[in-house]
């Protein structure tokens, strides 16, 4: 998978052909052991959470 950033402890992947479960283009982030997954158009959480 991917590694499109790193910031401040956050990941930011993409995967190709992830369209199973999220069927819009969307981004994976990861802080320490939370994950979070948001949509590219309107930046909303699709699943998971991440700390403010």
């Known amino acids: 998978?991917?590694?499109?950033?790193?910031f401040y402890g956050l990941i930011i992947?993409?995967?190709f052909?992830?369209?199973r479960q999220h069927h819009i283009p969307h981004i994976h982030a990861e802080y320490?052991?939370?994950n979070a997954v948001f949509?590219?158009?309107d930046g909303e959480i699709l699943?998971?959470?991440?700390?403010r």
């Open 47 to 51: 699943a998971g959470e991440l700390p």
């Open 17 to 19: 052909f992830d369209a």
């Open 1 to 6: 998978m991917p590694v499109i950033s790193m």
């Open 32 to 34: 320490g052991e939370m």
């Open 13 to 15: 992947r993409m995967f």
């Open 39 to 41: 949509g590219i158009e």
